[in-house]
């Protein structure tokens, strides 16, 4: 039997999103228009060579990916939060959709927008983002529709990785490498908070 002072130091809570701290992904996909736009996620995990997505519906990232097969996973450092956070309240989407209109903006040209710089990549059509020191371009496997999102698995094709994070021939540093974490809409490094989300609520 677990004794009472134990069960005390533990309070069942409801919140109201469980982001429990996972790398901030910024998802890269090809527009019909030629464009490339950018999907901040917040829910992403790799398994192999398999990266799974949760994207959720309606979003321009989902509808780009879903026709066209390829992305680019883009991996954003600690340093570069506050770029992130400025394409949070932006869409790809026109018009807005309704249930994004008090919160959202659409932007064609997310890259100016976020101070970020497009480079060209070898296997897909979506650009990179040259400030990300991980970028990792894949082809989409499967769908897994769910309620209000999907969990989007994909393939990588190609792993590019700033020097300064590269060990040997083939390794990333861990050491040097400092992923941009999402916590309960508060970004984080792997040492002390850097700032929160427009839509953190504490």
């Not at 060579?49 to 994207?55: D, K």
């Not at 959709?97 to 979506?126: H, I, M, Q, W």
Request: overall charge neutral; proline content about 7%.
């Amino acid at each position: 039997m677990i004794k009472q002072e134990v069960q005390d130091t533990f309070r069942t809570i409801r919140p109201s999103i469980l982001y429990f701290g996972t790398p901030v992904v910024l998802l890269t996909t090809l527009s019909e228009d030629g464009s490339t736009n950018i999907s901040p996620l917040s829910s992403a995990w790799a398994l192999g060579s398999r990266i799974i997505l949760g994207i959720g519906n309606g979003g321009k990232g989902l509808e780009n990916l879903s026709r066209t097969g390829e992305c680019v996973i883009n991996l954003p450092d600690s340093s570069l939060w506050e770029q992130v956070e400025k394409l949070a309240p932006l869409t790809g989407k026109s018009p807005v959709p309704d249930n994004k209109r008090e919160l959202y903006r659409f932007e064609r040209d997310k890259f100016s927008a976020a101070g970020f710089t497009p480079l060209p990549s070898v296997c897909v059509k979506p650009l990179r983002i040259r400030e990300c020191p991980l970028q990792i371009e894949a082809s989409l496997v499967q769908v897994h529709p769910s309620d209000g999102f999907c969990i989007v698995e994909t393939e990588s094709r190609a792993v590019h990785a700033e020097e300064r994070i590269v060990l040997g021939e083939h390794y990333v540093n861990p050491a040097a490498w400092n992923p941009l974490i999402y916590s309960f809409r508060h970004y984080f490094g792997l040492d002390a908070e850097k700032g929160k989300s427009f839509k953190s609520e504490t």
